[in-house]
């Protein structure tokens, strides 16, 4: 517990880990300054600012007074159709993190936590990727994130606040939006199927180990540090869509024979030259069938203890998204 107040301030605190972070920061004792783009019905202890992560009159407003910032807020999509999107998300993404850590220096804050992402690991594919296995820019949201941890990495290294990072994995929970909303859409829908003979493992972060290992981390990380952010046991992923088509009370996928999925590939080609999207296409098929698992010891000998084993968080994401339908 918090023995001395401190006050914090959060960027991103909408999103799906922002939004499960309050609660258990407010729990614990800390005052809180957030900023967001949209005002937001917030607990009323909450000091709230309107305002953009790329003005930086806005950030530093938001970091006066602050002893840590736990920068959230970011672009999370991995397809960016467009170069006006690719555009904003580089200014979002990079330029406020530059933002939040120029004025965070300029504020005396002692601490920063950055949140990156676990696609920044090559290939997306491997089993017990330590924080030192090879990183890549498979994709422009990668290769930002790989910014964004550059650009921490030389403010920990100025000695004039800590800054400690974290690399999220598929992080689940009430109100995720994206590729698990859709993939619950589809074993809601029956249009989903298992890869006959292929079971990868993969690694999850529930939304409330994400905030918890946050919270923890933003007050005891090491300086110059990177953390995979994690569950402490990857699940092998039939398992995990098997779950929530229980929890939703459908019939669990078939099986089906890989020749019949690139056979489908093909034939929605021709969607994607009209602009249509198809349910499945080469990149998902490739997360269906490799695993990619995240080695969390350095989470763990960081004092960090799991409390979240995930059964009661699928559970209430199943409940969030068959109330949404």
Known sequence: MVTQKKTIAVTGASGLIGSHLLPVLLEEGYQLRVLSRRLHEYSPSIIQFQG???????????????????????????????????????????????NVLDAAQKAGVERVLLVSSAHVYANQEGTDLDEQSPTAGDSFYARSKLMVEQAGLEAANSNRMAVVIV??????????RFNLESLMRAVQGHYYFHIRGKNPVRSLLSVGNAAAAIMYLSQV??????????????????????????????????????????????????????????PINRESLHKLTVSFSLDVKALAASGFRWLDDGLITRKRMVEAYLASR
């Open 52 to 98: 953009d992560i790329r003005s930086v009159d806005a950030v530093c407003h938001l970091m006066r007074g602050c002893n840590t910032v736990i920068h959230l807020a970011g672009v999370a999509h991995t397809s960016l159709r467009s170069q006006a999107d690719m555009d904003e998300a580089f200014q979002i993404n990079v330029g406020g993190t530059r």
């Open 167 to 176: 690399r999220p994995c598929l992080t689940y929970g009430p109100g995720v």
């Open 221 to 278: 990380g090491v300086n110059g540090r990177i953390y995979n952010l994690a569950d402490e046991d990857p699940l092998p992923l039939v398992e995990f869509i098997d779950s929530l088509a229980d929890l939703m009370k459908v019939h669990r996928p078939r099986n089906v024979p890989m020749l019949a999925i690139r056979a489908a590939i093909a034939g929605a080609e021709p969607l994607r030259w009209m602009g249509l999207r198809s």
